[in-house]
């Protein structure tokens, strides 16, 4: 199995952007699909963003398109998730999630990190 910490949450003001990262580490990172996930308080965890094993093939959330960007290191076994202009509404807490491939469910997951965006 892979075990996945995030990092890089925080507080920006809208406009500001962030840069999270997702280090994995047990099994070969390369293995994996990864994808990003937010859960706002009070709402149910939604699909961010998502990358395949190999990087060619990735997917965003409408809500955020055209804002952020996953892109995924093999060389550190990271995956990372470039939020630009961020609003309000991002506010939540981010989680990386893994799958064996995009017919497989998300079977591994970090702790999450908090990103706050101020008005």
């Known amino acids: 199995q892979v075990q996945l910490v995030e990092s890089g949450g925080g507080l920006v003001q809208a406009g500001g952007s962030l840069r999270l990262s997702c280090e994995a580490s047990g099994r070969t990172f390369s293995m994996y699909a990864m994808g990003w996930f937010r859960q706002a308080p009070g709402k149910e965890r939604e699909f961010v963003a998502n990358?395949?094993?190999?990087?060619?093939?990735?997917y965003y959330a409408d809500s955020v398109k055209g804002r952020f960007t996953i892109s995924r290191d093999s060389a550190k076994n990271t995956v990372y998730l470039q939020m630009n202009s961020l609003k309000p509404e991002d506010t939540a807490v981010y989680y990386c999630?893994?799958?064996?491939?995009?017919?497989?469910?998300?079977?591994?997951w970090g702790q999450g990190t908090q990103v706050t965006v101020s008005s």
């Open positions: 990358i395949n094993r190999g990087g060619s093939n990735i």
């Open positions: 999630a893994a799958r064996d491939g995009p017919l497989s469910d998300y079977a591994y």
